[in-house]
């Protein structure tokens, strides 16, 4: 039954012949591996390229066309160890690589420019003391300008684009300030080389924009960091269908290759991985990930059935449907449409200070020019020292004040099992007061566990593991894991439907329903104890056993959830499970605020009745019935082991098995956002010391020069505390 | 002072051979990963495996 998968769909054909594969790799993670695997994969005849990287994990193989088969490379790299998975290039990405890559070019030429400039106004402040000449000043500033006008047209280009966006859209943002201080303080400068005077500000305008470019990279490249991270996840869970080829001959293919109309086979304890209508077949189906039901649903011919749903015991053949969609979807689709429309248009810190800033900063620069014409100064004095005050308070500090704490504050996260997708997640998940969590796959682990192991004989258990391995049930496997059996047991059949039976030294073992195994009295006693589980029988003779299965809370879940509670948080719990099974949840965590039965709309409801009581709401959700919930959310959270609908629909994703991310976000969020508002303060106070100055007229190059780099080093080291106390306790603060 | 005629054409030039440098490392794709660079520089010569020590020429198509 294993065929070999079909990964043609991703090898992108290149210019001169040759095909690239791009793989992201499971456990590349040291050097060694890296040139364990491109030795590997050089080694193969006719491939041409092979190399690891080792900062997003992974591999991009060229061979000439035709000669090499792409499984063949995922083989090699299985024989090496290492588990690969084809990695979709062509769709995204490239764009974000062109970015950063534009912004590394910036950043060199304004780099370069400012080094060049600032040798020659270090001549010119110390000759300004001693004895140069005016030609010679002239001579240096028009050499300046011929470094600084051509770079900072080219390297301002990413402020200039965003300043013209913002204002074309009638909003004002940091770029908008930016680029008037940093235009104007050219021009000026050219008059006043043309003028022969003193003074000119080039070395500022191509300064700030070195060190705001600098902050623009570092953010770009830990969110790109963040966002491979991201995509290797969702390439290694990527799911492939098996696809009929011919009427009787299947092959594995991904599923963004199947199209509608194709006939696909899911065979028992596979996850279903398209929309579509049962033509064949009779099974039960786990919808938990799609409506958080944990109860199984029957599926027969005409059955339409979910993408993310679990196909329990029985072979079924799926005609994949694309327009006639089920009621479910249709209802997640259009509620998810409407709830990411009318999200909040949230509005940035940085943009509100920018909203504050701009204008502020606008008018004390017209009010120096008039304060000195009325005062009887020249219109020249005049208009210089007005320019001097846009220059000096250009937000250099707090063009950096917020950037810089997010690239902190997200390597943090990242390091906490937390990867973000929106940056301003950070300070929408701060101002959370509270949390409304899913039950199905969020409180509780996504995959069924053995209740109660230590009830059961430990040689009962381990050889009714054994059995297990050879079913694809899920229920099943949570027995194989729970007794972590390797060996199967030689003979071992599957009955559809009932259960796996074997013999052993002529004895008979029965692995399945209840009934099958003539247990039904005592499995209806274990049932009646623990309501929300599955029970499953195993007969050996006259040895019996009766297992409860059921998915298990998050190990941490209690701890977790009681921390919340204890920092002020207010914990809700908000199901599509029916109600005995989520008050059971509730009743061990310790929640009362407790809703069941919810549909998708209901949820909606809730959320957006919580935040019209002005409650801001973190939603904390995995089903594809949550992901509308998670954008009506102010902020949202979710499992790795999420949907891919729901997994966009929110603002960032938590790894591992624990629910502590949860608590690591919140904290982490918090503190930084303390920091860019002590940022933001410091940029106030660095301005209250230096427009006095300006306004007064003593605002030279060289005091600019000293005051912007000052003010930048010290909200970036100011950023840098926003790391502090994220390690294991981050509660403690 | 006429030291500057070339002192300054000097300066400049060494500028500009800087940031073609670096114009250079950005597109043979050197900041593409920065983790395995590091590496790489103290992998023993005698122990290159056949593809990395292909890797040594730059190329158009560096690794996503």
């Not at chain 1, 003028?195 to 470019?213: I, K």
């Not at chain 1, 796959?441 to 040689?459: C, F, K, N, Y």
């Not at chain 1, 008050?583 to 009362?592: E, F, I, M």
């Amino acid at each position: 039954m294993t065929e070999t998968p079909d990964l043609t769909h991703f090898v992108e054909k290149l210019d001169d012949g040759r095909a690239r594969l791009n793989l992201a790799v499971e456990g590349m993670t040291c050097a060694a591996c890296m040139f364990e695997i491109e030795g590997g994969l050089g080694a193969l005849p006719n491939v041409t390229h092979a190399r690891a990287n080792l900062t997003s994990g992974r591999v991009a193989i060229e061979w000439q066309a035709d000669d090499v088969d792409p499984a063949a490379v995922v083989g090699r790299l299985a024989a090496l160890g290492y588990k690969a998975y084809p990695y979709d290039a062509r769709r995204m990405e490239s764009d974000e690589q062109q970015e950063a890559r534009f912004l590394l070019r910036c950043l060199g030429v304004a780099a370069f420019a400012a080094m060049n400039v600032m040798l020659l106004s270090v001549s010119v402040w110390s000759g300004n003391a001693s004895d140069i000449t005016p030609e010679q000043r002239d001579f240096f500033h028009w050499l300046s300008a011929l470094i600084a006008l051509p770079a900072v047209a080219y390297a301002g280009q990413p402020f200039f684009r965003s300043a013209i966006r913002a204002l074309l859209s009638g909003r004002l943002n940091m770029d908008v300030p930016i680029t008037l201080g940093v235009v104007l303080a050219l021009t000026l400068s050219v008059f006043e080389t043309l003028h022969h005077a003193e003074h000119a500000y080039f070395d500022s305008a191509v300064m700030l924009l070195t060190f705001l470019l600098a902050g623009r990279w570092l953010d770009q490249n830990m969110r790109r960091r963040t966002r491979a991270v991201a995509a290797n996840l969702a390439a290694l869970k990527a799911e492939t269908a098996t696809k009929f080829v011919t009427e009787s001959e299947i092959s594995e293919v991904p599923v963004a290759a199947i199209r509608p109309g194709d006939l696909v086979l899911v065979r028992p304890g596979e996850r279903i991985a398209v929309d579509g209508e049962v033509e064949d077949g009779r099974s039960e189906i786990d919808q938990s990930l799609v409506t958080g039901e944990t109860a199984h649903v029957s599926a027969e011919r005409g059955t339409l059935v979910y993408a993310g749903t679990l196909n329990v015991n029985g072979t079924l053949r799926v005609r994949v449907g694309a327009a006639d969609r089920g009621t479910l979807l249709d209802e997640v689709t259009r509620l998810l449409d409407r709830a990411v429309e009318a999200r909040s248009h949230y509005v940035r810190l940085a943009e509100r200070a920018a909203r504050l800033y701009a204008p502020v900063v606008h008018l004390t620069a017209i009010l120096t020019m008039i304060g000195w014409v009325l005062l009887g100064a020249s219109w020249h004095f005049a208009v210089v020292t007005a320019i001097a005050v846009l220059i000096i308070t250009c937000p250099c500090a707090l063009g950096l004040a917020i950037p810089a704490v997010q690239v902190v504050a997200s390597g943090a996260l990242f390091r906490g099992g937390v990867l973000l997708s929106s940056g301003d997640a950070i300070e929408r998940l701060a101002s959370v007061d509270t949390i409304v969590f899913d039950k199905t796959g969020t409180l509780t682990l996504p995959e069924p566990e053995l209740v109660d192991a230590g009830r059961i004989a430990p040689e009962t258990l381990a050889l009714a593991a054994r059995l297990a391995l050879a079913s694809r049930h899920p229920l099943a496997a949570a027995i194989a894991r729970a007794a972590g059996a390797t060996a199967p047991l030689d003979g071992a059949c599957e009955e559809p439907g009932q259960g796996v039976s074997a013999l052993v030294d002529g004895e008979e073992l029965r692995l399945g329903r209840p009934s099958w195994c003539g247990l039904e009295a005592e499995a209806g006693r274990v049932a009646a104890s623990d309501p929300e589980a599955s029970v499953i029988a195993f007969r050996h003779g006259t040895t019996t056993a009766v297992f409860a299965v059921r998915q298990r809370l998050r190990e941490d879940a209690t701890a977790v959830l009681a921390g919340l509670r204890a920092r002020g948080f207010a914990v809700e719990i908000l199901s599509g499970d029916r109600d005995a099974a989520v008050s059971h949840v509730a009743r061990q965590l310790g929640v009362s605020e407790v809703r069941s039965g919810a549909t998708p709309a209901d949820k909606i409801a809730r959320i957006e009745a919580l935040r019209a009581g002005g409650r801001k709401v973190l939603m904390v959700g995995d089903g594809i019935n949550d992901a509308p919930a998670l954008a009506a959310a102010d902020v949202s959270l979710s499992p790795v082991t999420a949907a891919h609908l729901t997994q966009s629909a929110s603002d960032a994703v938590f790894l591992g098995d624990r629910l502590q991310p949860v608590a690591t976000a919140l904290a982490v969020t918090r503190r930084a956002r303390r920091v860019m508002t002590e940022n933001l303060w410091l940029a106030v106070v660095y301005n209250a010391v230096a427009v006095p100055v300006a306004i007064a007229g003593y605002a030279t190059p060289l005091v600019a020069a000293l005051a912007m780099s000052g003010s930048s080093v010290l909200v970036i080291l100011n950023a840098l505390r926003a790391k502090q106390g994220t390690g294991d306790a981050p509660w403690k603060s | 002072m006429e030291v500057l005629i070339y002192l300054v054409p000097l300066a400049l030039s060494l500028g500009l051979l800087g940031l073609g440098a670096f114009m250079w490392s950005l597109k043979t794709g050197q900041y593409d990963d920065l983790d395995g660079a590091a590496w790489r520089a103290i992998l023993d010569d005698d122990q290159i495996p056949p593809a990395a020590g292909q890797k040594k020429a730059p190329t158009s198509s560096p690794a996503p």
